[in-house]
């Protein structure tokens, strides 16, 4: 069993910058492939960035250029740095983990996870 709590959301100007934290339960290491997700009400729950256990990170294109997904090995901590923050990026953010995996191209599906934490929210807004 796999513990993760999300960390660093909250209320930001468009343009502006977030940083996310998602603390493990285990250490990190290749065992795991971990991603970001979120979900807004009436949708369904979206890939936004994830790394497999060979070192891919994948992103959604709607986020590429302005989101950076990030881990430290040496403990049990994944990161979103999210730039340029849009309205459309509100949402409930959520991490996720699941066993070894390798997928070079998508970010992982949600269906696909595992272990879930319980979400925190990012609204952007003028």
């Known amino acids: 069993q796999v513990e993760l709590v999300e960390s660093g959301g909250g209320s930001v100007q468009p343009g502006g910058s977030l940083r996310l934290s998602c603390a493990l339960s285990?250490?990190?290491?290749?065992?795991?492939?971990m991603g970001w997700f979120r979900q807004v009400p009436g949708k369904e729950r979206e890939g936004v960035a994830s790394f497999d256990t060979a070192g891919h990170s994948n992103y959604a294109d709607s986020v590429k250029g302005r989101f950076t997904i990030s881990k430290d090995n040496a403990g049990n901590t994944l990161y979103l740095q999210m730039n340029s923050l849009k309205p459309e990026d509100t949402a409930v953010y959520y991490c996720?983990?699941?066993?070894?995996?390798?997928?070079?191209?998508?970010?992982?599906?949600?269906?696909?996870?595992?272990?879930w934490g319980k979400g925190t929210q990012v609204t952007v807004s003028s």
């Open positions: 285990v250490r990190i290491n290749s065992d795991y492939c």
């Open positions: 996720a983990a699941r066993g070894r995996c390798v997928d070079p191209v998508r970010v992982h599906a949600p269906s696909a996870m595992l272990y």
